[in-house]
């Protein structure tokens, strides 16, 4: 009932940049946290950035300053730019949003499918 949908990768060259879109549809009341995280082939999932509701941010040490993260609520929707792009950062990226489908029901996890970003000359 609730789907989380990955749009913006693709292939670029280092120092090159991408934004990567997600949008949360269906039975949705309100979204708290969303999270952009990553996994790269043979390696551990890996957590990118974090906006919550209210806007406050959080990134890895290995993409501040790089990265940026940011959200439009009335769209159930979370960006993440990404600029100076390394080769080190290809990986599937992948959102993950904390959110409510109705006012009383419990605080669920949902996830996209992800998105490959490909980094390479």
């Known amino acids: 009932q609730v789907q989380l949908v990955e749009s913006g990768g693709g292939l670029v060259q280092p120092g090159g940049s991408l934004r990567l879109s997600c949008a949360a549809s269906?039975?949705?009341?309100?979204?708290?946290?969303m999270y952009w995280y990553r996994q790269a082939p043979g390696k551990q999932r890996e957590l990118v950035a974090t906006i919550t509701r209210g806007g406050s941010t959080n990134y890895a040490d290995s993409v501040k300053g790089r990265f940026t993260i940011s959200r439009e609520n009335a769209k159930n929707t979370v960006y993440l730019q990404m600029n100076s792009l390394k080769p080190e950062d290809t990986a599937v990226y992948s959102c993950?949003?904390?959110?409510?489908?109705?006012?009383?029901?419990?605080?669920?996890?949902?996830w996209g499918q992800g998105t490959q970003v490909t980094v390479s000359s």
């Open positions: 993950h949003a904390d959110l409510r489908q109705t006012r009383w029901a419990n605080r669920d996890d949902y």
């Open positions: 269906g039975n949705i009341f309100i979204i708290y946290t």
